[in-house]
């Protein structure tokens, strides 16, 4: 019997398919302890894992998507985005997502997010990020990052 998506997965496969992209969603029987292990599994370098990071621009929350092989330089990405970034609290983060911290996907938060996609993630032909749910993934591209989530490319480090 196939297993059903976790009904976070299911609404970010719905949005997926609702922008333009296939829609598939790829679940794993256990969440995956660490970004080394999800790389692993997946068969890709750390780098081409996005990461869905809130944060706060000023006092607005805005969506980073973020190359899982470095950290985001807050002075210097805010400097670029005009203001002052800051981490977001944690309940802020699952009040704008709507998804669990550690498996906040791109897309299909209750909010309308600005979102910002790394530079870095380009160089990878293939990127794969979290679907809402801490078992569950979606392959994509730095473009269609871009596409999907109406973002901007901006350096991140």
Do not use: Y
Not at 52 to 74: G, R, T
Request: a negative charge.
């Amino acid at each position: 019997m196939p297993r059903l998506l976790h009904p976070n997965a299911a609404h970010v496969a719905d949005i997926l398919i609702s922008r333009g992209h296939h829609g598939v969603v790829v679940t794993s029987p256990e969440p995956t302890a660490s970004a080394d292990a999800v790389a692993e599994s997946l068969g890709v370098a750390v780098g081409a894992l996005v990461e869905s990071q809130v944060f706060l621009l000023d006092d607005d929350p805005v969506l980073l998507l973020v190359s899982a092989a470095h950290h985001v330089n807050l002075d210097a990405t805010g400097k670029r985005l005009d203001g002052t970034l800051t981490e977001a609290p944690l309940d802020l983060i699952a009040h704008c997502t709507g998804q669990p911290i550690d498996s906040v996907a791109p897309v299909g938060h209750p909010t309308n997010l600005p979102t910002f996609v790394d530079v870095a993630l380009a160089q990878f032909p293939e990127l794969w990020a979290a679907a809402g749910h801490p078992n569950a993934r979606f392959r994509t591209t730095s473009a269609e990052l871009l596409r999907i989530t109406a973002g901007l490319a901006v350096d991140v480090t």
